[in-house]
């Protein structure tokens, strides 16, 4: 089974087009930011958006597997107020994309992380700390039912805006903050996380007390190709080259 996990597209729907073409992939993740390009008009970043979520529905309708859409900071800035503003939020983005992304993550189709409950991996747009899970959730799979105010940005524990600290949110931590505040579940299982976010991240892939780490925000021009089996697991990691073009 081949899933390919996609960083932030940030209004670039033609470099998802072209992975999933060249990919064939039998499941996606597609790791959160859908808006707020910087020379991407709005208009034409949310037809990119509407594409993705109609290569989901073909995908799905075609009997393959999963087609995971996660919420980035740059979503939920419009989803819900309570979360604050990032940079690039203004008052037509706003207007534009607001309504679709709080219906489709009312509906479900945008979450805020994915779990390999098998592999013990967390996707999710920025990483999730043990600090912060352990303020917030009695289960991961509390994560994607938690309101807003749970992903606000923090500055405890040290932190900064940055997002260094270890109780900064899926939407807004850093590695550093990562490598510091490990996931461990109850049965003493180290969960590995794959995430975008941060740019440049590097090195794009890390360890940290027997954790693994891939940062694979779209900016870096990277994405994974995650291969399955009864027997193997592997995570390749291939440069867009080409396809950014």
Same mark, same amino acid.
């Given at each position: 089974?081949?899933?390919?996990?996609?960083?932030?597209? =940030?209004?670039?729907? +033609?470099?998802?087009?072209? &992975?999933?073409?060249?990919? /064939?992939? $039998?499941?996606?993740? *597609?790791?959160?930011?859908?808006?707020?390009?910087?020379?991407?008009?709005?208009?034409?970043?949310?037809?990119?958006?509407?594409?993705?979520?109609?290569?989901?529905?073909? =995908?799905?309708?075609? +009997?393959?597997?999963?087609? &995971?859409?996660?919420?980035? /900071?740059? $979503?939920?800035?419009? *989803?819900?107020?309570?979360?604050?503003?990032?940079?690039?939020?203004?008052?037509?983005?706003?207007?534009?994309?607001?309504?679709?992304?709080?219906?489709?993550?009312?509906?479900?189709?945008?979450?805020?992380?994915?779990?390999?409950?098998?592999?013990?991996?967390?996707?999710?747009?920025?990483?999730?700390?043990?600090?912060?899970?352990?303020?917030?959730?009695?289960?991961?799979?509390?994560?994607?039912?938690?309101?807003?105010?749970?992903?606000?940005?923090?500055?405890?524990?040290?932190?900064?805006?940055?997002?260094?600290?270890?109780?900064?949110?899926?939407?807004?931590?850093r590695p550093e903050g990562l490598k510091k505040s490990i996931f461990v579940d109850d049965y003493g299982y180290?969960?590995?996380?794959?995430?975008?976010?941060?740019?440049?991240?590097?090195?794009?892939?890390?360890?940290?007390n027997d954790a693994h780490f891939w940062c694979i925000d779209c900016i870096s021009s990277h994405y994974l190709?995650?291969?399955?089996?009864?027997?193997?697991?592997?995570?390749?990691?291939?440069?867009?080259?080409?396809?950014?073009?």
């Amino acid at each position: 089974m081949k899933r390919v996990i996609i960083g932030d597209p =940030h209004g670039r729907w +033609n470099f998802i087009k072209k &992975i999933y073409n060249k990919e /064939n992939p $039998d499941e996606v993740i *597609i790791l959160g930011d859908y808006f707020d390009s910087f020379n991407i008009d709005v208009y034409k970043q949310l037809e990119g958006y509407v594409k993705i979520i109609n290569l989901r529905e073909n =995908h799905i309708k075609k +009997n393959k597997g999963d087609f &995971i859409m996660l919420v980035g /900071n740059h $979503d939920m800035h419009y *989803i819900d107020e309570k979360f604050g503003r990032c940079s690039g939020w203004n008052d037509l983005s706003a207007s534009v994309v607001g309504y679709p992304l709080s219906r489709d993550f009312g509906n479900g189709i945008l979450k805020f992380v994915y779990l390999d409950k098998i592999n013990h991996i967390i996707y999710s747009h920025a990483g999730v700390s043990m600090n912060w899970f352990k303020k917030w959730c009695n289960s991961l799979d509390d994560i994607n039912n938690l309101e807003a105010k749970a992903f606000c940005f923090t500055f405890k524990d040290g932190g900064d805006y940055f997002g260094s600290s270890t109780y900064n949110s899926p939407l807004w931590i850093r590695p550093e903050g990562l490598k510091k505040s490990i996931f461990v579940d109850d049965y003493g299982y180290v969960w590995s996380q794959i995430f975008g976010h941060t740019e440049p991240c590097s090195p794009l892939h890390f360890e940290s007390n027997d954790a693994h780490f891939w940062c694979i925000d779209c900016i870096s021009s990277h994405y994974l190709i995650e291969t399955l089996d009864d027997k193997t697991h592997e995570l390749i990691n291939r440069s867009l080259g080409d396809l950014m073009m």
